[in-house]
């Protein structure tokens, strides 16, 4: 082991010489308004040769990108050179839309050099900011949730533009006396379609691979960030009626508090009291055409930040034992009171990151108050390897008389601990991980394991897991998608545990001189038994991709599937289908348009049989730009379901069209519509928003709610007015 890890980090520091910037103390502060006339651009070291990332890893870009760097006592200044002639081009002026399918420019850092943890800030042409955190578990992409302030101007010339940015050193946690930070520049150029970086970042990793930093190299020891604290509060008035439940409308004013404070430059306590989220995005409905229930994303901004010390243990999205969207619901998922909480979040040095957070709700009718306690430690090993270790506590605050009826529910306790190994170079990732729940009166079938590995080549991707889930495994704030087996013959849910086997391979091909950026053929296996070891269910999946260099793409997938149906269930709300062993296999073909044009669009077709019937599906959406001001998403999906006789046939829709104006980079309106048959649910929300000052915003949000059958009527309706405001003290 020891010799491995000398390798390794030999591998670390070669990949840093390689790739290295030096940065200089600014004689005095940078004018940051996109003209790079200030003294310090006149001196500061040049880094011009980017490589590209896609649509390959092997080629030089076409345009040529200069990257310079300097700080003073209060900021880290990047300057960006983008040689382009015309018209960039910008989808949209909103905040947090990403480094995706914009003309556009990134930095990453990494203050604790340690290749598994980040931040990344990106800036398109014309001024959009965006920035999250970046962790090793974001396989699947960032969210743009985060949100600090910096600052930043862009400015067009003939041949290029430039993007000038000043970062806080107090929006950073960086360790005191560490004068190598890790550090990366990308540069995304739309009209060539193609993604490039300062370091030769292989193509079958996301340009944001910690594993892939240079170093960044101060001229000396960084200054301290000093006291850094933020009060953030807000008023919110709203009118809310609810003809649902015979609510006549009333009007509430009310007001909260968040706050950020640096108990050093590594380590941040965050506050919140009465906190609201009425300005938050609603949920897009899908339609469900499976037995479980569905993961949706978190979107409250409280819970987002260093949200990956709590949320990345087990199976994000499928088994996870921390899941925030469960503080602040009933158990019927309906919205209780947030009265408050806090955060302790960062690093206590170079290799150990904690989390500990306390929620605390009130109560709401006959539902009891409850606190939330999340702790987590996570500690680097080896050169990029994560050792974790958690626990949860659930407390609710019942009466005597609810404790007897119902002692399952006054408590729920997890603890659990994951070690995850990645090799230097990314392509090995091995896990494995060890949980388990405490409940009143419960001792046996209450743990939950995972392991297994994954290998990422240029050409070959592989991922093999095992997963054993008990039957009396609780989760009072995580989620596990199948867990919960709906019965609809006796209207009751059933807990049943089950053994899963997942494996995955992928071949890529990456053809020279044609249009055809890149082939892929994926084949994937999912294969569950349950808690006695019988047969449950197995899916197999065939895909073929064909990507080609202007953003456009085909897919053809061939899916087989087998089962052992536990509980009786109907898609169309007729005599549910009997317990009984099924089988049956679909095909289903996508096509994407061009996403640079003013015109895209995606659709896809799938069909063939269902359980013991059959099913048709249309999937499709169109977006219409007038840039970089004005998008329209026009969303649509189509299922047909047929089964025989008393088993019933549906046909459901789902309308979703987004209309979204952005005045400016700082003011945005943005409608969106939902028509769901499935949910029986219209849904309307608006949301005008003006960002008065950096990290400052007014909203004006009207949600309103309506049945589809009968059609348009009326469920509920809210106009909310909030303001916040983010002070620095």
Not at 67 to 80: C, E, I, P, R, T
Not at 668 to 686: C, D, G, M, P, V
Request: charged residues 20%; glycine residues 6%; hydrophobic residues 35%.
């Amino acid at each position: 082991m020891n010799n491995n890890s000398a390798a390794q980090i030999v591998n670390v520091e070669n990949f840093q010489k390689e790739y290295q910037v030096h940065i200089a103390h600014s004689p005095a502060p940078v004018t940051i308004d996109g003209i790079l006339d200030d003294s310090t651009w006149a001196t500061a070291e040049k880094k011009t040769d980017f490589f590209m990332k896609f649509p390959t890893d092997e080629d030089k870009p076409a345009s040529k990108t200069v990257v310079q760097l300097s700080y003073d006592d209060k900021f880290l200044y990047v300057a960006f050179t983008c040689y382009d002639s015309g018209k960039s081009i910008i989808q949209s002026l909103k905040r947090d839309i990403g480094h995706l399918d914009n003309d556009g420019v990134g930095i990453i850092l990494d203050p604790q050099n340690s290749h598994t943890n980040g931040f990344f800030f990106a800036l398109n042409a014309m001024n959009a900011q965006s920035e999250d955190q970046i962790s090793l578990g974001q396989q699947d992409g960032l969210t743009w949730s985060w949100n600090n302030k910096w600052f930043s101007a862009t400015k067009k010339y003939n041949d290029r533009w430039v993007a000038e940015i000043a970062i806080p050193f107090k929006s950073l946690r960086y360790p005191p006396g560490n004068n190598v930070w890790g550090i990366n520049f990308i540069r995304v150029d739309m009209k060539h379609n193609q993604y490039s970086g300062w370091t030769h970042v292989p193509t079958n990793f996301r340009i944001y691979n910690m594993g892939y930093t240079g170093s960044l190299l101060w001229d000396k020891a960084l200054p301290t960030p000093g006291k850094n604290m933020v009060m953030i509060p807000y008023v919110t008035s709203n009118i809310q009626g609810d003809k649902e439940n015979h609510l006549s409308g009333k009007a509430f004013v009310s007001a909260g508090l968040d706050s950020k404070i640096a108990l050093s430059s590594s380590l941040n306590l965050d506050l919140t009291l009465n906190p609201d989220f009425s300005q938050v995005e609603v949920d897009r409905q899908v339609t469900n055409l499976t037995r479980f229930d569905i993961f949706l994303p978190e979107k409250r901004s409280f819970f987002l930040e260093n949200s990956d010390i709590f949320g990345e243990y087990g199976i994000p999205g499928l088994m996870t034992p921390f899941y925030s969207r469960r503080i602040g619901l009933d158990k019927d998922n309906n919205p209780v009171p947030i009265l408050g909480g806090a955060r302790l979040s960062g690093n206590l040095n170079a290799t150990t990151r904690i989390g500990i957070m306390n929620m605390q709700t009130g109560a709401k009718g006959s539902y009891s108050p409850e606190n939330y306690t999340a702790i987590s430690i996570n500690k680097n090993v080896l050169a990029r390897s994560v050792w974790k270790v958690y626990f949860l506590n659930r407390e609710n605050f019942q009466t005597s008389t609810q404790k007897k009826s119902d002692p399952i529910d006054a408590w729920g306790r997890n603890a659990g601990t994951s070690f995850d190994y990645i090799s230097r170079d990314g392509k090995w990732n091995g896990w494995y991980s060890f949980h388990h729940s405490f409940k009143p009166g419960i001792t046996d079938e209450n743990n939950f394991q995972e392991t297994g590995f994954s290998f990422n080549t240029k050409k070959i991707a592989s991922t093999f897991e095992l997963a054993s889930l008990g039957t009396n495994y609780y989760t009072d704030m995580g989620y596990v998608q199948r867990i919960n087996n709906y019965d609809a013959a006796r209207d009751t849910t059933i807990r049943v545990g089950f053994k899963h086997l997942f494996t995955s391979w992928s071949y890529f091909m990456y053809p020279k001189n044609t249009a055809i950026a890149r082939h892929s053929l994926k084949f994937e296996t999912y294969f569950v038994v349950n808690p006695n070891n019988s047969f449950n269910e197995s899916d197999l999946n065939l895909s073929y991709t064909s990507e080609l260099k202007n953003t456009s793409f085909i897919k053809v997938a061939l899916l087989h599937n087998e089962l052992d149906l536990l509980f009786p269930i109907s898609f169309t709300g007729a005599t549910p289908l009997p317990v009984n062993h099924y089988k049956y296999s679909q095909a289903a073909v996508t096509y994407n348009s061009d996403t640079r044009k003013l015109f895209s669009y995606t659709i896809t077709y799938s069909g063939g049989q269902f359980y013991n019937g059959n099913i048709s599906s249309l999937l499709g959406d169109i977006t219409l730009r007038s840039r970089p001001h004005f998008n329209l998403v026009l969303q649509a999906e189509y299922d047909k379901l047929s089964f025989p006789g008393r088993y019933g046939s549906s046909e459901l829709f789902l309308l979703s069209p987004k209309a979204e104006y952005n005045f400016n980079t700082k003011v945005s309106w943005t409608t969106f519509l939902q028509y769901n048959t499935q949910a029986n649910n219209f849904n309307i929300n608006s949301r005008f928003q003006y960002r008065f000052k950096p990290m400052s915003d007014l909203y004006l949000v009207y949600t309103d709610n309506y049945y589809t059958t009968p059609f348009m009527q009326n469920k509920n309706r809210a106009i909310v007015l909030k303001v916040n405001y983010w002070l620095n003290l």
